[in-house]
């Protein structure tokens, strides 16, 4: 049988719940020992999350489209982790019409944080699965990273 193009994706919308309901959350007996998140809001931790991975940050512009968002929202956004000590706002270097958000230290380590509580997460949880089950989890990552990174 030939998997198709929207096997695919009907299996792909299946997982995304799956992975936040079962990966994401924390384990409750752990669930006394969580620290309470920081005054930010999922949208801006977002764009924490996209500026982490660029050294030279980027324009304002570029963030919005790559959140989903207009440039007259992302701006109040940005202002607003700006004022926090997040994220600062530097002269482009090659239009000096333009400025590009990068993340501080402190929004550096808040998303080291948050992806270092989210690695723990998730070590607790594969720590029930079996030998075999935990070989299959690893397989089916390590190939679902490969794939994914093909894609433009």
Do not use: C
Not at 12 to 34: C, E, F, G, V, W
Not at 40 to 57: P, R, V
Not at 133 to 152: E, H, N, P, Q, R
Request: proline fraction near 5%.
């Amino acid at each position: 049988m030939q998997t198709t193009i929207e096997q695919i994706a009907a299996n792909y919308i299946r997982l995304l719940p799956l992975l936040y309901a079962k990966l994401n959350k924390p384990i409750l007996q752990n669930a006394d020992t969580q620290k309470p998140p920081a005054d930010l809001t999922h949208l801006q931790y977002h764009i924490l999350d996209e500026l982490f991975h660029q050294e030279t940050g980027m324009s304002v512009s570029q963030l919005a489209k790559i959140i989903g968002i207009s440039k007259q929202q992302m701006t109040p956004l940005i202002a607003k982790l700006a004022d926090k000590g997040y994220v600062v706002k530097v002269p482009d270097p090659r239009d000096k019409r333009s400025v590009r958000v990068m993340l501080t230290d402190k929004g550096k380590a808040i998303v080291n944080r948050r992806w270092e509580e989210g690695y723990k997460r998730f070590r607790d949880r594969i720590s029930q699965l079996s030998e075999e089950d935990l070989l299959d989890l690893d397989y089916a990552i390590s190939k679902l990273t490969f794939i994914l990174g093909k894609l433009v």
